[in-house]
């Protein structure tokens, strides 16, 4: 998989802007808050519909504008494939997908055409950090595999919101309809037997890689790292109904806090090494090649799934990783399409297919992008056009 080209409009700090990316790394060199994390940001945006930095759109579109609009054009083992997302906050449909410059009438028919794994900062974080990160790593990873788990995801969620506004209004004294609770509840359950197995079988895919990874990157064989899947409810393999029952059975405290003590909301990912546990034992160095092991898994797992290589985003963490961390790392995303942000090119060094590009603020706030140092040529494919994304920005 390799993205030919990216365009942006009005998207962040960046009014326009057409780029053709290295088929190998592509280094974004520029200081904090020139918008190199922006470009990072915008292919997540074509691969699962949404920031990874902020839930709200909103804060995507540049000041003054009315649209914002990220698109990519990818080449596959398949073919080739223009993704294009459209935000629009102000109007009813805040956000509309393109692909193959047609209109999708649902999110998730985007879900599989980019495939990405971003490793941030926040992901050194995955070791000693609450449950909710190492959830939303399943989640996009899954969501990105599977149109159907994406769809129950969605639909848990809002059972959850309605079910968690009924328990709040019975917290104020407002009797709740037991049926409406029944239905909610309903809606939570069903959704579990198509996320809890993939999850489970997911976990179980990753493990197995990144214990490798980990044994590589840390040359100790005798630091066993292990990642188990903990489910909200025993295993069992009817998680339908085990939820269904739990829901039911914690309505009364459910009420008294207010929300829903049981369900996948609530599931977690156990990381230990040794046996123990590692949120409790494991030091900073352990901690960072743990979450460089999980995150090569991912890119691995892809591979074995669906037969391309995913597009990797690192987005300013050289700095965070060891001489020897940064070198197995280069060493094993050889054959990746690649984009780091950084300050200093010197954190790539050892990295042979690449290509640099200075990024920067103008004196209005305007982002820019220029190449620096040419690697090997790259094919300049057909822009995206769209008659849609070419509209006026309404500025």
Same mark, same amino acid.
């Given at each position: 998989?390799?993205?030919?080209?990216?365009?942006?409009?009005?998207?962040?700090?960046?009014?326009?802007?057409?780029?053709?990316?290295?088929?190998?790394?592509?280094?974004?060199?520029?200081?904090?808050?020139?918008?190199? =994390?922006?470009?990072?940001? @915008?292919?997540?945006?074509?691969?699962?519909?949404?920031?990874? !930095? /902020?839930? $709200?759109? %909103? &804060?995507?579109?540049?000041?003054?504008?009315?649209?914002?609009?990220?698109?990519?054009?990818?080449?596959?083992?398949?073919?080739?494939?223009?993704?294009?997302?459209?935000?629009?906050?102000?109007?009813?449909?805040?956000?509309?997908?393109?692909?193959?410059?047609?209109?999708?009438?649902?999110?998730?028919?985007?879900?599989?055409?980019?495939?990405?794994?971003?490793?941030?900062?926040?992901?050194?974080?995955?070791?000693?950090?609450?449950?909710?990160?190492?959830?939303?790593?399943?989640?996009?990873?899954?969501?990105?595999?599977? =149109?159907?788990?994406?769809? @129950?995801?969605?639909?848990?969620?809002?059972?959850?919101?309605? !079910? /968690?506004? $009924?328990? %709040? &209004?019975?917290?104020?004294?407002?009797?709740?309809?037991?049926?409406?609770?029944?239905?909610?509840?309903?809606?939570?359950?069903?959704?579990?037997?198509?996320?809890?197995?993939?999850?489970?079988?997911?976990?179980?895919?990753?493990?197995?890689?990144?214990?490798?990874?980990?044994?590589?990157?840390?040359?100790?064989?005798?630091?066993?790292?292990?990642?188990?899947?903990?489910?909200?409810?025993?295993?069992?393999?009817?998680?339908?109904?085990?939820?269904?029952?739990?829901?039911?059975?914690?309505?009364?405290?459910?009420?008294?806090?207010?929300?829903?003590?049981?369900?996948?909301?609530?599931?977690?990912?156990?990381?230990?090494?040794?046996?123990?546990?590692?949120?409790?034992?494991?030091?900073?160095?352990?901690?960072?090649?743990?979450?460089?092991?999980?995150?090569?898994?991912?890119?691995?797992?892809?591979?074995?799934?669906?037969?391309?290589?995913?597009?990797?985003?690192?987005?300013?963490?050289?700095?965070?990783?060891?001489?020897?961390?940064?070198?197995?790392?280069?060493?094993?995303?050889?054959?990746?399409?690649?984009?780091?942000?950084?300050?200093?090119?010197?954190?790539?060094?050892?990295?042979?297919?690449?290509?640099?590009?200075?990024?920067?603020?103008?004196?209005?706030?305007?982002?820019?992008?220029?190449?620096?140092?040419?690697?090997?040529?790259?094919?300049?494919?057909?822009?995206?056009?769209?008659?849609?994304?070419?509209?006026?920005?309404?500025?």
């Amino acid at each position: 998989m390799q993205i030919e080209t990216i365009r942006l409009r009005d998207f962040r700090n960046y009014h326009s802007l057409i780029l053709t990316p290295h088929p190998g790394v592509n280094i974004l060199l520029g200081q904090n808050g020139s918008g190199k =994390t922006n470009l990072l940001e @915008a292919v997540h945006y074509c691969a699962l519909g949404r920031s990874h !930095r /902020t839930g $709200l759109d %909103r &804060e995507v579109v540049r000041k003054g504008a009315m649209i914002a609009a990220s698109g990519v054009t990818l080449r596959k083992k398949s073919g080739k494939t223009e993704i294009a997302v459209k935000l629009t906050p102000s109007e009813a449909r805040k956000k509309t997908v393109f692909i193959d410059c047609k209109r999708a009438e649902r999110i998730s028919a985007m879900m599989g055409h980019v495939q990405c794994v971003i490793f941030s900062p926040e992901d050194l974080m995955l070791v000693k950090e609450g449950p909710a990160i190492r959830r939303r790593m399943l989640d996009m990873m899954l969501s990105q595999l599977s =149109t159907a788990y994406f769809s @129950a995801l969605q639909q848990y969620q809002k059972a959850l919101e309605q !079910r /968690t506004a $009924l328990l %709040r &209004e019975a917290k104020r004294g407002i009797t709740p309809d037991p049926v409406l609770l029944d239905t909610f509840e309903e809606a939570m359950a069903t959704p579990c037997g198509i996320i809890m197995p993939l999850r489970d079988k997911l976990v179980k895919q990753l493990a197995k890689i990144a214990a490798e990874k980990y044994e590589r990157i840390s040359g100790r064989p005798n630091e066993m790292f292990r990642m188990t899947y903990q489910p909200c409810v025993p295993e069992t393999s009817n998680p339908v109904s085990a939820i269904r029952a739990e829901l039911k059975k914690s309505r009364q405290e459910d009420i008294r806090v207010g929300g829903a003590g049981c369900g996948i909301h609530r599931e977690d990912i156990g990381l230990s090494l040794m046996g123990r546990s590692m949120k409790v034992f494991a030091s900073q160095g352990q901690i960072r090649t743990a979450a460089l092991a999980i995150k090569l898994a991912q890119l691995e797992t892809f591979c074995a799934e669906t037969g391309e290589t995913p597009i990797l985003l690192l987005d300013d963490v050289m700095s965070e990783l060891d001489m020897t961390r940064r070198t197995r790392l280069l060493r094993e995303i050889e054959g990746v399409q690649t984009f780091i942000t950084c300050t200093d090119e010197s954190d790539l060094d050892g990295c042979r297919e690449k290509r640099s590009y200075r990024v920067w603020m103008d004196s209005d706030g305007e982002g820019h992008v220029q190449e620096e140092s040419a690697g090997d040529e790259v094919m300049k494919p057909d822009l995206l056009h769209d008659p849609e994304l070419d509209e006026p920005s309404g500025k």
